[in-house]
C-alpha cells in the first residue's frame, strides 16, 4: 500500500506558481521522499528527492516540514507542459537491503493558459 | 537518443497466446526494472534486477518470466495471457538500489482481447 497521501487533483494558471501537497505521516527517518511526473502517455519522469533538507534543482522546489511528516512540490512559473500526474513517494526498504518506490493515485494538475 | 527503449510500443493479442517485450537502456545502468500500470493508474513494481541477477519479485503470475541476457536488457515473456494482463508496461532503469533516479520508457500498451 502506497504510504502517501496526495490530493487528486488541482489546477495552476499558466505562470503561476503550483505548490502541490503530500502527506507522509508514518515516514520513518531513514526514508526519502521522491517525486515524479507522467505525461499524459508517457513514461513517469523523475524530478526531485529529499531526505530533511528542502531541496532545489532545474525543474522543482521540495520543501519538507521540519517532522518531515509532509512535503511540498513546487513548480516555480508552471507552463502548459507541466500539465500531467504529480506522484509523491515514500522509498520502502525491502528485504535484503534492496529497495523499491510504492506509487499512489498522484495528483492530476492542470495548468490552465 | 533513446535512454530506455522498449518495444513494441502497442501490442494487441488473443488470450492464451504468448507474447514478450524488450527493453533496452543505453545509460550504462546496473539495474532495471518492469512495472505495470494497470487502468486505474497504479504503478506497481513487477520485477528489479541488478547486473542480470533478480533482486526484487512481487506476487507476480509465474506466466510473466523476466530475462535479462546482460546487464542493458530486460525482457518480459509473459506465457498464456489473460484478460486481466492488459494494461501498459514500463521498463526502467537505475544505478544501483538506492537513492537514486530511475529512467522510464515509454510504455507498451498491452491489449489481451
Known amino acids: 500500500d502506497a504510504k502517501t497521501t496526495q490530493p487528486p487533483s488541482m489546477d495552476c494558471a499558466e505562470g503561476r506558481a503550483a505548490n502541490l501537497p503530500c502527506n507522509h505521516s508514518?515516514?520513518?527517518?531513514?526514508?526519502?521522499v521522491y517525486w515524479y511526473r507522467q505525461i499524459h502517455s508517457q513514461g513517469p519522469q523523475y524530478i526531485i528527492h529529499?531526505?530533511?533538507?528542502?531541496e532545489t534543482n532545474e525543474m522543482a522546489s521540495l520543501i519538507i516540514t521540519e517532522d518531515r511528516k509532509s512535503s511540498t512540490l513546487i513548480l516555480p512559473h508552471a507552463t502548459l507542459r507541466d500539465t500531467a500526474v504529480y506522484y509523491c513517494?515514500?522509498?520502502?526498504?525491502?528485504?535484503?537491503?534492496?529497495?523499491?518506490?510504492?506509487w499512489g493515485l498522484g495528483t492530476s494538475l492542470a495548468v490552465n493558459p | 537518443d533513446t535512454a530506455v527503449s522498449q518495444t513494441p510500443k502497442y501490442l494487441v493479442t488473443q488470450m492464451g497466446n504468448d507474447k514478450s517485450i524488450k527493453c533496452e537502456q543505453n545509460?550504462?545502468?546496473?539495474?532495471m526494472y518492469w512495472y505495470k500500470q494497470d487502468s486505474k493508474k497504479f504503478l506497481k513494481i513487477m520485477f528489479s534486477?541488478?547486473?542480470?541477477?533478480?533482486?526484487i519479485n512481487e506476487t507476480v503470475p509465474n506466466r510473466f518470466s523476466p530475462k535479462s541476457p546482460d546487464k542493458a536488457h530486460l525482457n518480459l515473456h509473459i506465457n498464456s495471457l489473460e484478460l486481466g494482463d492488459s494494461a501498459v508496461y514500463f521498463c526502467?532503469?537505475?544505478?544501483?538500489?538506492?537513492?537514486?533516479?530511475?529512467?522510464f520508457g515509454q510504455g507498451t500498451r498491452l491489449t489481451v482481447v
Open positions: 526502467a532503469s537505475s544505478y544501483g538500489q538506492g537513492v537514486t533516479e530511475a529512467f
Open positions: 545509460l550504462g545502468h546496473d539495474t
Open positions: 534486477y541488478n547486473n542480470k541477477e533478480l533482486i
Open positions: 508514518t515516514i520513518s527517518g531513514n526514508e526519502y
Open positions: 529529499g531526505l530533511k533538507n528542502n
Open positions: 513517494i515514500v522509498r520502502v526498504a525491502n528485504a535484503g537491503n534492496n529497495r523499491k518506490l510504492i
